[in-house]
């Protein structure tokens, strides 16, 4: 038997206009109900969210600060209780990953433009950050105020049906760069690079399950490019851009979170702004997008999307209307549709599965 939870990141502060105050701990039954079990607070900003790899421990950067923590997770109750806490060396920290060994974590430092490894112990606590922040160099894109510097948005680390690899792939805003880096066992760090289109801002990646593509939302233009990439190499090469919001649609709008179904037929991405979620039929042979249909985010400001754990349901945090809304997954068209179930919890910003055996 197992049990899944639910762990819900959100923003806190007066600054981003807030109404959540900390980690929200549900269990989804299996009905796809959620059941609230804990709210773990007062927090700040605790706005991105990772696993350890046996799922005894969830971390948390605190978004606009300069901090990471730790939480031991009960296996009994899937509640959690505080390990520690510790710097990351960079301000406004965005994203987290585990190393691929699970004995690191890094963090993206958005508004140093910063990637900072800190080690992890036995217990699942944070360590000390051994190595100095790796800085992200390049030169700024057009965007007068979002682009004056770099701004690593995402460090998830590549890994797919047929390789798991210790490159992390990096998503640059500031810098219209899409960087791979691979830390190494002597402290020593490998960087590629890879240029977008000029004012794309690169912001969030996934990756194809089987064939070596990368995939990036683009916040700025609200476009998804398709990368190759080299796993062996870390090159990345840009090989087609194509648009996640309608042709006439003018207003103001933001391409945000980006996930791909496990067979690899579609991609899904938020769009804040328009309020949607963009459905991007992948070809089977070359995984190059193919259409894109749109579904009502039933929300403002849909920040943040992922699949449940058996890729039946896509859950879209809507960080402004302060929900998190469950759609269906339509197996023949691949298409998200409304359950009707609704979560409200404040200015939701990121959701982690764990699944704890019993």
């Not at 105050?21 to 607070?41: F, M, P």
């Not at 840009?238 to 690899?264: E, K, N």
């Not at 259409?291 to 890729?311: H, I, K, M, Y």
């Not at 809304?325 to 359950?339: C, F, H, R």
Request: glycine share 8%.
């Amino acid at each position: 038997m197992s049990r899944i939870f639910a762990y819900v990141g959100c923003r806190t502060t007066r600054e981003r206009h807030a109404e959540g105050t900390g980690i929200g701990v549900y269990e989804i039954s299996a009905s796809g109900a959620w059941r609230h079990v804990q709210t773990l607070e007062p927090l700040v900003n605790p706005s991105y969210l990772a696993l350890s790899i046996l799922r005894h421990t969830l971390y948390t950067v605190h978004g606009d600060g300069g901090t990471v923590s730790a939480y031991r997770i009960d296996a009994a109750s899937g509640r959690l209780s505080a390990l520690n806490s510790q710097s990351c060396e960079g301000r406004n920290p965005v994203h987290l990953a585990l190393s691929r060994d699970g004995r690191a974590l890094v963090v993206a430092g958005y508004a140093t433009g910063t990637a900072t490894r800190i080690a992890l112990q036995a217990n699942g606590a944070l360590g000390e950050t051994v190595l100095p922040p790796l800085e992200f160099i390049g030169t700024p894109g057009p965007h007068r105020v979002e682009q004056t510097s770099s701004h690593p948005h995402h460090i998830a680390r590549y890994m797919t049906r047929f390789v798991d690899t210790d490159w992390h792939i990096v998503p640059d805003k500031g810098l219209d760069t899409v960087f791979a880096v691979r830390w190494n066992d002597d402290g020593s760090t490998v960087v590629r690079a890879g240029h977008a289109r000029e004012g794309a801002g690169p912001r969030h990646a996934a990756f194809h399950p089987e064939l070596p593509l990368v995939y990036v939302s683009n916040e700025l233009d609200s476009t998804i490019t398709t990368w190759s990439f080299d796993s062996s190499t870390g090159n990345l090469a840009p090989l087609q851009t194509v648009s996640v919001v309608p042709s006439g649609f003018h207003a103001l709008t933001r391409a945000a979170g980006i996930v791909i179904a496990a067979d690899g037929r579609c991609l899904y991405v938020t769009n804040r702004g328009h309020d949607s979620i963009a459905t991007v039929a992948l070809s089977e042979e070359t995984g190059l997008p193919q259409r894109v249909e749109w579904t009502a985010a039933n929300g403002q400001c849909p920040r943040f999307l992922c699949l449940s754990p058996d890729g039946r349901a896509l859950y879209v945090a809507n960080e402004k209307s302060h929900t998190i809304v469950q759609y269906e997954i339509d197996a023949p068209t691949k298409l998200p549709v409304p359950t009707g179930r609704v979560i409200e919890t404040g200015s939701p910003v990121c959701i982690a599965f764990a699944t704890i055996e019993e």
